[in-house]
T-cell receptor, first 114, second 110 residues
Framework: DTGVSQDPRHKITKRGQNVTFRCDPISEHNRLYWYRQTLGQGPEFLTYFQNEAQLEKSRLLSDRFSAERPKGSFSTLEIQRTEQGDSAMYLC????????????FGAGTRLSVL | DQQVKQNSPSLSVQEGRISILNCDYTNSMFDYFLWYKKYPAEGPTFLISISSIKDKNEDGRFTVFLNKSAKHLSLHIVPSQPGDSAVYFCAAEGTYKYIFGTGTRLKVLA
């Protein structure tokens, strides 16, 4: 499978715990994006990487959210001290830089905070 | 402020007929508009796109129309098939990111 891969697919955690999600983009794609989707809404942009550089993170929902892409390949999204309002689907997408306006999405990680 | 709006949360169409999904936007600076299809438990899948300098793009059964003066785009599916039943999201590309509408659930009845 050469598509965008996300792990885990589902995560159940207790309020106050930290969680980390992983995204493996399509191998030749240098841009990587994180989105959040809640019930009845479209995906909402969170942050964006070009190679290893995080070029936009102002839409990360609070300072409890952070993302990394250390070697310009896979990326992680961490949520610290989770709250019930963090329950959502977290989607990762990748694209091929300046000429690629099409983003390819993974299946997402569904987070449930109890 | 919702920059991309899909005002119809759901649509039912008979198999073989035309499905028309609508989308409105407020920002005239968007460069591209895209339609994505989403099945349950899967991520959104790219369907078709249109540049802001064009008014129509066609790919098989799918056609997207862009009316810049009205800030409106629509997706036409002809003929509709039961496998087209899914949630359809309209998205506008700003600087490096997409802004999505809230989606329209299409149900094609056999």
């Amino acid at each position: 499978d050469t598509g965008v891969s996300q792990d885990p697919r589902h995560k159940i955690t207790k309020r106050g715990q930290n969680v980390t999600f992983r995204c493996d983009p399509i191998s030749e794609h240098n841009r990587l994006y994180w989105y959040r989707q809640t019930l009845g809404q479209g995906p909402e942009f969170l942050t964006y990487f070009q190679n290893e550089a995080q070029l936009e993170k102002s839409r990360l929902l609070s300072d409890r959210f952070s993302a990394e892409r250390p070697k310009g390949s896979f990326s992680t999204l961490e949520i610290q001290r989770t709250e019930q309002g963090d329950s959502a689907m977290y989607l990762c997408a990748s694209s091929l830089g300046l000429t690629g306006h099409i983003q390819y999405f993974g299946a997402g990680t569904r987070l449930s905070v109890l | 402020d919702q920059q991309v709006k899909q005002n119809s949360p759901s649509l039912s169409v008979q198999e073989g007929r035309i499905s028309i999904l609508n989308c409105d936007y407020t920002n005239s600076m968007f460069d591209y508009f895209l339609w994505y299809k989403k099945y349950p438990a899967e991520g959104p899948t790219f369907l078709i796109s249109i540049s802001s300098i064009k008014d129509k793009n066609e790919d098989g059964r799918f056609t997207v129309f862009l009316n810049k003066s009205a800030k409106h785009l629509s997706l036409h599916i002809v003929p509709s098939q039961p496998g087209d039943s899914a949630v359809y999201f309209c998205a506008a590309e700003g600087t490096y990111k997409y802004i999505f509408g809230t989606g329209t659930r299409l149900k094609v009845l056999a």
